[in-house]
């Protein structure tokens, strides 16, 4: 798809689909002459079918063979809204497309942040627009949008053009990252997920891949991934990709993700309904190492490396087992007493690589932890948790800036004690089924430092069932948005 920008003037395309914004007091925010326009707006207000509202949709048809034969009228409740604009035109998007349109234009209204809202429009479109159809070999629609131009006031146009191409560089890696997410646990094993990271790191002459084989894990000491790797014959991989964007040895931020590429339970096998849904434990590892090409691409200046230990979770002759005590890379035996808790056990190796060897002055991890999550949150936000409130707000500003909520969870000293295991250091499951996201916080806190630490479950928004706003059925992509927008906010302190 290409996006291009361009001044506004009276809009004549009949093979376009157009985009037009409303907010509920001024109701349309494009000026149009165009009369053609001008009465399907009126017609769809007389019919109160919009009046603006946030969220509101409408698609119609002109039948004008001058002006655009689709206009979507998208209400974002009040300007500035961007979220919803992002949202609502990424449902437009997929409905002009079905209306047959393969071209679109798009109004952008003339805010003061002009650049901020086309930004919006622009991640709406290509997000929205998202497909996952390699394969389908049969009635496999491959319709889809050709161009979008995005008409704007002359005194915003230079705004807008870079808002376009930051989406278009941000949106590619979110896609990168469903994509991985999306591949089938039998064509994504550990060496895929390394293969990834080496691709992503072509992009850019700052970006360095790095990977670890299993007997240079075990002179490392991974133990961690090691035992949950050996029920499997595909052999786990550790993985780092490294953006050096500013001038000092110092990593300013390593983002860690849980990276199961295929969640049985292992011995601890898991019930079959809806385990096809753990080809996206990996979820975690995707979105940091997208992140980490979408900064590296953006030029940040910031220093961030991704960590991820990549390992398919199988039950088999040589798995790991409960009873079973592991030695981790920090030194930390824990002892297993789910085979299924196995993503904080392979965390338990890489958080501590990012504090210890990586040296990273702060340090994120990103797993999709535990059902416990999907429970108490559901599938509208992340649960995070920190050691650190100051760095845990800037991550929160991050997040709701680029709409991936989350909600901080609390880190009560008592919730601790319940991972406290009789003959080693700590236990992979403590209090049973209670409270069991806030204890796997705390047992990868075992194995963090003393230094700004956030921990993010996003069990349940890693993937969705259902296509709708800027999200398509399957991996969403969560959070490399916000972990672009933090390092940026990061680079700017440094
Ligand atoms: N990968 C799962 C957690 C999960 C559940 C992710 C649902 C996405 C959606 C994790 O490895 C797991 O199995 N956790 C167990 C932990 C339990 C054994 C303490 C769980 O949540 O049941
Ligand atoms: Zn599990
Ligand atoms: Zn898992």
Redesign the pocket.
């Known amino acids: 798809m290409e996006i291009t920008v361009k001044s506004k003037s009276l809009f004549r395309g009949g093979d376009y689909g157009i985009i037009v914004f409303g907010t509920q007091d001024k109701t349309f925010l494009y000026e149009t002459k165009d009369q053609i326009i001008k009465d399907t707006v009126n017609r769809a207000s007389k019919k109160k079918l919009f009046s603006g509202k946030k969220n509101q949709v409408c698609v119609f048809d002109t039948a004008s063979s001058e002006t655009a034969q689709v206009v979507a009228l998208c209400g974002i409740g009040t300007i500035g809204n961007n979220d919803a604009a992002r949202n609502n035109v990424a449902d437009a998007i997929r409905s002009l497309l079905k209306h047959g349109c393969s071209k679109v234009a798009v109004m952008i209204p003339e805010t003061k942040d002009a650049g901020a809202f086309a930004q919006a429009v622009c991640e709406g479109i290509l997000l929205g627009s998202y497909t996952f159809n390699k394969y389908k070999t049969v009635d496999n629609d491959d319709k889809a949008i050709k161009s979008v131009v995005l008409y704007s006031d002359k005194k915003y146009l230079a705004d807008v053009e870079n808002a376009a191409n930051k989406a278009e560089t941000i949106t590619e890696s979110v896609c990168l990252a469903r994509d991985i997410v999306n591949e089938p646990g039998n064509n994504l094993v550990p060496e895929d997920v390394a293969s990834f990271a080496r691709k992503l790191a072509k992009d850019s002459k700052k970006l360095k891949a790095t990977v670890y084989d299993v007997p240079a894990m075990e002179k490392m000491g991974m133990g961690g991934i090691l035992a949950v790797g050996k029920g499997s014959v595909n052999e786990p991989r550790l993985i780092t990709l490294a953006y050096k964007g500013r001038q000092s040895d110092k990593v300013d931020l390593a983002l860690v993700g849980k990276g ?1 590429t295929f ?1 049985t ?1 292992g011995i ?1 096998l ?1 019930p079959d309904k809806g385990m096809e ?2 080809k ?2 990996m979820a975690g590892a995707a979105s940091v190492l997208a992140a980490v090409h979408a900064i590296a691409r953006l030029g940040l200046n910031i220093n961030v490396t991704a960590v991820v230990g990549a390992v398919e979770n199988m039950p088999g002759g040589k798995a790991y087992k409960p009873g079973d005590i592991i030695k981790t890379f920090n030194g930390k035996t824990i002892e297993v007493i ?1 085979a ?4 904080r056990v392979t965390l338990a190796d890489t958080v501590s690589y990012a504090f210890r060897e990586i040296k990273a002055d702060r340090v994120i991890d990103v797993a ?5 999550c ?1 429970v108490a949150l559901g599938h509208v936000c992340s649960g995070s948790y920190t050691n650190n409130q100051a760095f845990m707000d800037l991550y929160k500003k991050a997040a709701t800036d680029v709409d991936e909520k989350t909600w901080q969870m609390p880190m009560y000293e008592e919730y601790r004690d319940l991972n406290k295991s009789r003959i080693a250091d700590v236990m992979n ?1 403590g209090g049973g089924r209670d409270a ?1 996201s806030i204890t ?1 916080a705390y047992f990868i806190y075992e194995f963090i430092e003393k230094r700004p630490w956030i921990h993010l479950d996003i ?2 928004v ?1 993937m969705v069932n259902k296509t709708k706003g800027i999200y398509v059925y399957g991996g969403t992509g969560v959070p490399v948005r916000t972990f672009v927008k933090l390092s940026e906010l990061i680079s700017k302190t440094l």
């Open positions: 199961v969640d339970g601890s898991k849904e753990m996206g434990d789910s299924d808790a196995e993503g999709t932890l535990t059902g416990a999907v499951i069991g796997a069990a349940g890693e």
